[in-house]
Structures are given as C-alpha cells and as structure tokens.
C-alpha cells in the first residue's frame, strides 16, 4: 500500500514542499498543487517555477487543471519533457469561481467530455496520466459514469476524495459510495479523504484493502507525524515539540530567502497555522487573535507556540 501527500493549492507551495519533505518524508509520492492547462506561451512563469526543476524528495507529480483537449494533451507533453512521468488530472476543486467554467470538480457531471479528454491523452501523450475526483460534483454517481468510461483506458491509477463537490470540504466523507467505486473501478485506485489519525488509515485500508494507495491531505497539517506514527514509529512527545520547532525555525527561513515581503510570508503562515494549532496550546478564540497578528509580531507568536507543541 502505497501512501501519497495531497495536493494544497496556495499552501503547498515548492518552499514548504521542500522543507516539510526534508523533516516529514517518507511518502511514495507527492501530488503538485494544480497549474493551469495552457500552450506554452500562455504557461505562467510563477506556476512553472514551483514546480521545476523536479524535486528530489520522492515521487514528484505535477497536477494540472482544464477542460480543453488541445491544451491538456500540450501541457502533459510539456511536463513530460521537463522530466515528469506522471501527470495528474485535477477533477475535485470545488471552488465555484473554477467549477462554473466546467473545471475541475465542475467537468464532472460531463463524462463525455472526460472520456475524450482521457482519449486523446493516453492516445497522444508519453504521460502516465491519472485523475484526481471527488464522489461526483452533485451526485456520486457521475464518478460510476465516470469510472465506466474511463476503466478501459491505461491510466495510471484514478484518486477519489470521497466527498462530493457540493460538500466543499464540510460533512462526513461517503465510504459507502467510495465502496461502489471501488467495486466498479478496475483502476489501480487511491482513495483520499478525512484521514485523520492511524486508526482511520487503519479503518480505510481493512474496509478497501485492494487499494494501491491512500492520500493524506490535512491530517498532515494536523499532525505533521501522522505518516511516521502510520508506519509503526513511536515519537514521544518531546522529540515531536523539538521537531516541530525546527522544523519552523527552517520553514521561516526558507520563506524568507525566497518571498520579497513579510506580508507576503506572514499570510502563507496564517493558512499553515489554520492547521497546525491543532498541536499547539489555542484555543479557537487564541487562534482568531493569532491571525489578527502582523508582521514580527505574528513571527514572534508563533515560534513561540511552536516551542509549545505537542506538550
Ligand atoms: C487549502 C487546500 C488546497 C488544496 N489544493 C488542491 C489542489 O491543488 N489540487 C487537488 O487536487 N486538491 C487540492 N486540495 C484537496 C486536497 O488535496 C485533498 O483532496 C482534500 O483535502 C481531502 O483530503 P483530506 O481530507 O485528507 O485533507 C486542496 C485542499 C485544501 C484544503
């Protein structure tokens, strides 16, 4: 069983990949957050340079997101030149301002248009290609008329987050629709979603057990140990609060060499720290009154919270 890091679209940027990798590593694979599917003259120079050159931490797969055919079949080409295997379809962004244009999670009730997408790629690509979806944008069943179309096509593996679109990120995940995926596709399959703690990636794998993969997303952020703990490694307390804190002294100054402006650092931090108070002592009003901090004051705060983890 396989285990991969999830995507995350303005948090997971190359720095924090990078340094996240370097103390929490060990994932057979780390999905890219997504870049726009674009000829070349319209591929955007600051989506391009976080992700190339390829890292070398592990498994490195880039994630693009479109609906046109012509511009999905040249950026998988265009990755693969620069050294990326695997490309990965983004089907499971729920941002309405990307699902109106029939992107992402919003192509999914359109399973004629995924099937010819999915055609010409693995016709006239190099690329081993694979989707990332949800259940369905409205309803689980378009990824059963997904799945039925695409199972015949040599794609890589297909990731489901077992939610649907509508749901955003809120609700339970749907395990028993994420069963009769499993049960229709004949795909290698990787399932994503609410991944918590041990005992959820425990409770996945013996209810899916012919899986050739779970993603980890949050429960990442949450719990920067979960894939060590998942592996069997006791960490006690102690060694987790000293990780933590250099693991952040690292992050900051790896942000502050490459972003020009603290604003700009300070509110990539606030999203992490959305995430990581969970291991710190805040409380949720703690946590409004930490986001409300600026510059070297919020810097300040939370290397101190960060000295305050896990205890
Ligand atoms: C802030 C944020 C950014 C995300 N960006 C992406 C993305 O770029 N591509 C993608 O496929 N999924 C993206 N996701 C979804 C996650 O990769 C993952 O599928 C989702 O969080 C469910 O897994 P989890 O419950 O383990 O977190 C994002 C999620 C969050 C919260």
Redesign the pocket.
């Known amino acids: 069983m396989k285990i991969y890091f ?7 940027c190359r720095q924090f990949r990078l340094v996240f990798m370097k103390h929490f590593g060990g994932f057979d694979a780390v ?1 890219l ?2 870049i726009p599917a674009q000829q070349l003259h319209q591929l955007k120079q600051t989506a391009m340079r976080d992700i190339f050159p390829k890292e070398n931490t592990c498994e490195i797969i880039p ?1 693009i997101i479109g609906n046109e055919i012509n511009s999905i079949v040249y950026t998988t080409c265009f990755l693969y030149d620069l050294g990326f295997e695997k490309v990965n379809l ?1 089907l ?2 729920p941002m309405p301002k990307i699902t109106r244009k029939r992107r992402a999670c919003g192509l999914m009730p359109f399973e004629d248009e995924i099937e010819q997408i999915v055609d010409r790629v693995c016709e006239t690509s190099p690329v081993k290609f694979s989707l ?1 979806m949800r259940l369905g944008m409205f309803s689980a069943e378009e990824s059963i008329a997904i799945l039925n179309r695409v199972n015949n096509y040599p794609l890589d593996e297909v990731i489901i ?1 077992a939610r649907l679109g509508v749901q955003q ?1 809120e609700g339970k ?1 749907d395990r028993q629709a994420f069963q009769t995926c499993y049960q229709v596709c004949r795909l290698p399959l990787c399932y ?4 918590f703690t041990k005992e959820d990636f425990c409770s996945v794998i013996q209810q899916f057990p012919n899986l050739r993969a779970v ?5 990442m952020l949450q719990n920067p140990f979960l894939l060590e703990e998942i592996k069997g490694n006791m960490i006690s307390a102690e060694e987790k609060n000293k990780r933590f804190a250099t693991f952040y002294q690292d992050l900051i100054s790896a942000y502050q060499q490459y972003f020009p402006c603290q604003t700009i650092i300070v509110n990539r931090l606030k ?1 992490l720290w959305k995430y990581f108070y969970h291991f710190v002592p805040l409380s949720d009003d703690g946590l409004q009154q930490l986001l409300r901090q600026q510059g070297d004051e919020f810097l300040s705060a939370t290397c101190q919270l960060a000295e305050k983890s896990f205890i």
């Open positions: 999830a995507p995350f679209h303005g948090l997971g999905f957050p997504f994630q983004n499971g962004c990332k987050h990120y995940v994503n979603g609410d991944v993603m980890l997303g949050r429960g999203e």
